[in-house]
């Protein structure tokens, strides 16, 4: 059981690599998915892309150097996850932010981004990007808009499928050491 909120907590963020590891994420990625059945009526697999793939296999999905799937624990529990996977050489994609909703109210979302963007940062990536829906997740569009990220025209067919969807896009800051 975890503590309430305003008790101090244990927040840590790191990748999945072992075999619990990746039953958690399959757990926490499973509940996303169902939640997004539930409240926005989409079917996952078919409406958004490489969806397919991903629910297949996350450990290939997200295998590096192309991608990694973060977890995120809280006193020691699996309670979120985010995935990071690069779209091309220069644009990664932050996919599956999720924390439980008993979870919820502690930083854990924010650490969780803030960690996907560093990931992406160190594979090579220019730009994130990330899909979101207007009226459902709008806490999330809070965070996300705080961390720099702005609208970018649609670069998947979820616009069609969800009349809110909105795509964002952070342009990623070389680290000082490559900058000249």
Do not use: C, K
């Not at 990748?15 to 509940?31: E, G, I, K, Y």
């Amino acid at each position: 059981m975890l503590r309430p909120a305003a008790m101090s907590t244990d927040i840590v963020v790191a990748p999945a690599t072992s075999p619990s590891d990746w039953m958690a994420a399959r757990t926490l990625v499973s509940q996303l998915v169902d939640w997004l059945t539930a409240t926005l009526n989409l079917d996952v697999r078919r409406e958004q892309h490489d969806s397919d793939d991903e629910l297949a296999s996350l450990e290939r999905f997200y295998a590096e150097p192309n991608g990694r799937l973060l977890l995120g624990f809280v006193d020691g529990q699996p309670v979120g996850t985010t995935g990071v996977h690069l779209m091309s050489p220069r644009t990664a994609e932050l996919r599956r932010v999720w924390v439980t909703p008993n979870a919820r109210g502690r930083g854990l979302a924010s650490r969780l981004l803030d960690t996907g963007i560093e990931t992406a940062r160190q594979f090579g990536a220019e730009a994130v990007w990330l899909e979101t829906v207007v009226g459902h997740m709008d806490t999330a569009i809070g965070m996300y808009r705080r961390a720099g990220f702005r609208p970018i025209a649609p670069y998947s067919p979820l616009g069609e499928t969800l009349p809110n969807a909105l795509s964002l896009g952070l342009a990623l800051v070389p680290p000082r050491s490559a900058r000249r």
